[in-house]
């Protein structure tokens, strides 16, 4: 009885694999574009408000300084909006995914406007 058991068993795991293969060949070139594309997306944010700080917030304008923040913080949040044009579903992304979009946006932005003021 033992050994049908395994056999059964044996069997069950056999085809939940298969069934899992079959599904996650597309689930995992799916979730590889979309990581691709939140990378593009979150680093030409990034780039793009780095170069919008660099020619509106010239040190010579009178604009208060706290402007960059709320150009930086207009990058991040305009994403969301564009992941779903995109057909991503925003739903499944988690803490990590978020955290990820800001320290691409965070830093891109950082650096472009870093190196256009020197």
């Given at each position: ?12 795991t ?41 020619y ?7 604009r ?19 992941y ?6 925003v ?18 932005w950082?650096?472009?406007?870093t190196?256009?003021?020197?």
């Amino acid at each position: 009885m033992v050994v049908a058991m395994s056999k059964k068993r044996v069997a069950k795991t056999a085809v939940k694999e298969a069934v899992e293969a079959a599904i996650e060949k597309p689930d995992r070139r799916k979730k590889h574009i979309d990581g691709i594309t939140k990378t593009v997306i979150a680093s030409t944010l990034g780039m793009l408000s780095g170069i919008i700080c660099f020619y509106f917030l010239a040190p010579t304008t009178e604009r208060p300084e706290n402007f960059s923040y709320l150009l930086l913080l207009l990058a991040f949040y305009i994403q969301k909006p564009i992941y779903v044009q995109l057909g991503m579903d925003v739903a499944q992304f988690n803490w990590k995914d978020w955290f990820y979009i800001a320290f691409m946006t965070l830093i891109l932005w950082f650096i472009t406007w870093t190196l256009l003021l020197n």
